[in-house]
Structures are given as C-alpha cells and as structure tokens.
C-alpha cells in the first residue's frame, strides 16, 4: 500500500474509533459535571455554551495516540528505525495537552471567574517545553531547518534553529488556542492545516510523518461530529495547546515552517488581533479597533452568525492551504 493510501486509511480509522467513543466519553464529562465558563464580557449568545463539557481534546488525542502506537509497535521496541521521527510530535501533544489539562482543570475549580494557570507561568512552562522540542528536532531527528519557496535547498539556520523553533511551536500553540472560540472553529481550521502538511510531508517522502498528520485528521473529523453547532462538548485548552504545539513541531519537521502563517492564516488572525487590540487599547488610552478580540468575537457582534463566521473563516483557510502546498512545491 502507497504511503498516500495507508494515510488515509489511517484517517478512517481514526475517526471511526473517535466517532465510537466520543459518545460515552460525552455522557463521563456530564456526570462528572466538566462543564465549561464563558468570559463575563464575550457576546451575550454564548450564555448557552455554559455548561458545555469542556476537555473535549481528550477525545482526539486517546485514538490518535492509540493508532500512532500501534502502527509503530515494532520500531518503538528497537526493531527498526524508520517511525521514530512520530515520537516528537506525539510527545508535543501530550505535553501540551497536559499543560492545557491542568489549566482547563483550575478553570473548572474556579467556575465564578473561569480563570485558569496564570499567563506568565503558563508562558514559561510553554518555553520549557518547547525548548525540548526544539532539541530534539534539531539534534535527534536532525530536520531540515528550512526550505524557501523557490529554492532548491537547505538552508542551514545553525544555533539560530532553536529560538526559532521555541518561539514557531508557542506561537502556534497559542494561535489555535485564540481561535478555539465558535463551535467547530479551532477543529476545521486545524484539520486543514495538519492535512496540508501532512501533504507536504507525502511529497518529501516523509510517510511517518504523513500518516500521523492524517491520522490526527481523522481524529479532528469525528471530534467536529460533536463539535459543530451546536457543540456538544468543548476541547479547551487540553485540545488547542495540543493541537498548536503539534502543528509547529510537525511545519518545523517538513522545512516548510515559513510557510505556516499561510497555511494557519485564521490562527495567526486571532492572535494578531488580540495583540494589536490590547497594543492600540494601550497607547490611546482607551481605544479600540475591534468590537472584541480574537478576531471571531469582532465578527459574531458585526451581525455574523456563528455557523457563517466558521464556514467563512474555514473557506480562507482552505484557499491559504492550497496557496502553501503551491509554494511548498515550487
């Protein structure tokens, strides 16, 4: 079987197993009352995403980690060499969902606020993380450090890798967390992301690398069978940390992380947003450019609805995607 076919029969896997357990995993939450807070100031119609369960990431990331696993049984034991490059993306997303399990977890525990880990702390534990990847990459996997449109060869970044590939995987992690916001946003968007670069990674050669990336997809793809308007569960952080740090180790392993802020064109939207708002709320003193921040919240108190915001925003990634798999093969 091609490397194309076995990733996508990967990616019905994955989603046949998400799509079978996401139900009872649903019903464990709700007892458990794992219910989601909304922002005191976000639009007055998420008041009925209160009590949403929240966590929902978990619900990806166990038939991911399941059927990465099993697939490369036999080289994690030794065997054989050729899957080991999946153990860093897979450890970023397991990190990282930790990372955001614990926040989503304080959250839950101070519901009248909805406040989580402190940023600064939260940062730092991002950096530290990241920082590891960064190694890892560079010295164990020993990835192309960087690929330019247009050029056929690599370019060799030396001891400049590791901030960039720290700031490249906090940056993303934080990205699809500003953007995890509507019902079925964060997902659709960082599916179509991850299938670009799991693209990426077929043309290079790279099938372990693919077929985790589709893999992931079809995880994403039975989560939005719950996700979407109306959600009947939330990912939370415990999903969109782990699904950002995953998508910057998984550019920076094809060359192509310059390419990113086109393919997550959405994700680097929103946190550019945030950061502009409170940059220009600062210096005039009081001013705003938008309505609210991430960008999805500007939008939804324009008038938008939410399914038009997601099918809207989903549609210019797409297109960016397409854009960035033309680049990446120029």
């Known amino acids: 079987m091609t490397g194309s076919a076995t990733s996508l029969v990967l990616a019905g896997v994955s989603f046949v197993l998400t799509v079978i357990w996401g139900g009872p995993l649903i019903r464990i939450l709700r007892r458990l009352e794992v219910g989601d807070s909304i922002r005191l100031e976000a639009p007055e119609r998420h008041i009925t995403k209160v009590g949403t369960p929240t966590m929902g990431g978990v619900m990806f990331i166990l038939p991911v980690l399941m059927v990465t696993i099993l697939l490369n049984a036999v080289p994690l ?20 969902a930790l990372l955001g399990g614990i926040d989503d977890w304080q959250k839950l525990s101070r519901r009248e606020v ?11 534990i991002q950096i530290a993380l990241a920082s590891v990847l960064a190694y890892a990459l560079r010295n164990v996997l020993h990835v192309p450090e960087l690929f330019l449109p247009g050029l056929n060869l ?16 906090v940056a993303a992690a934080n990205a699809v967390n500003f953007t995890d916001g509507l019902d079925g946003l964060a997902g659709l968007i960082a599916a179509t992301a991850f299938a670009t670069f799991g693209g990426i990674a077929l043309i290079q050669g790279q099938s372990f690398l693919a077929q985790f990336c589709f893999t992931l997809v079809g995880a994403l793809f039975g989560f939005l069978w719950f996700n979407v308007y109306p959600a009947q569960l939330i990912m939370g952080d415990t999903g969109s940390l782990a699904l950002g740090a995953t998508l910057g180790v998984v550019a920076l392993m094809t060359g192509h992380w310059i390419l990113l802020p086109l393919i997550a064109i959405i994700p680097v939207s929103e946190v550019l947003s945030v950061i502009l708002q409170v940059a220009f ?9 938008f309505k609210m921040s991430p960008l999805h919240l500007h939008f939804e108190l324009s008038g938008w609805s939410e399914s038009q915001i997601v099918q809207r925003f989903w549609l210019i990634s797409l297109l960016f995607a397409m854009v960035g798999v033309a680049l990446a093969t120029v």
Do not use: Q
């Open 281 to 289: 709320f600062r210096i005039t003193g009081g001013r705003r450019i």
């Open 114 to 124: 909805g406040e989580g880990m402190k940023a600064r702390y939260k940062i730092l």
């Open 77 to 96: 034991i030794g065997l054989s060499g050729v899957g080991r490059s999946i153990l860093v993306p897979l450890g970023a997303m397991l990190a990282f």
């Open 154 to 169: 690599e370019i060799n970044l030396g001891a400049w890798f590791y901030p960039i590939a720290v700031f490249v995987i």
